[in-house]
């Protein structure tokens, strides 16, 4: 059965005060998951709020850690341990300041360009060589330190964007499950225009 489940992680930090983050657009992708899956986060496993359900046969775990950013990486290798699954089959949501808004990619290896939870996923898990679906926040205008940036909340006027790059990246780690890497990368890469 492992060969047709897959656990999909969206990144960001816990509590309400950080749910509108430009950080926590990873989280917010995997709650769009779950409407979209029709399921609800039960339970708490591995420091994470997880939710399962089966989309075309196939088996699909969605995690959002509850450790802050920067220790993502304690509740993905337990997730990670936990369901036995390879690598190939996890797929990691983050937010990503080198890409203007509205742009997703996803990669099937890489570093973390860093990016602080992606930084304790690879260091925790000891490789790099797991897909992940990036998702442009953009850069910080003016001097704006990078950390005070991704700590704001979207404006209204990012937020129909935002809304769409969010639908875009589901239907891309739907694709993902379904028709693999490959399929999901030339069909999704780059931005909505």
Known sequence: MTEHSFLIV????????????????????????AVKLNVRFTRLQSKA???????????????????????????????VRFYKLPLTNFLIAHDDL????????????????GQKGMESIIERLGTDEFPRLRLGIGRPPGRMEAPDYVL??????????????LNRAVDAALTWVIDGLNSAMNKYNGSSE
């Open 98 to 113: 080198d890409l203007p808004p509205g742009t997703i990619r996803i990669r099937p290896d890489g570093g973390s360009a």
């Open 49 to 79: 709020l997880v939710a399962s359900a089966v989309y075309n046969e196939r088996k699909i775990i969605l995690a959002k850690p509850q450790t802050f950013m920067n220790l993502s990486g304690q509740s993905v290798q337990g997730l």
């Open 152 to 165: 704001q909340d979207f404006s209204a006027g990012e937020m129909t964007g935002i809304s769409e790059m």
């Open 10 to 33: 969206g990144l960001g930090n816990p509590g309400r005060e950080y749910r509108e983050n430009r950080h926590n657009i990873g989280s917010m992708l995997i709650d769009r998951l």
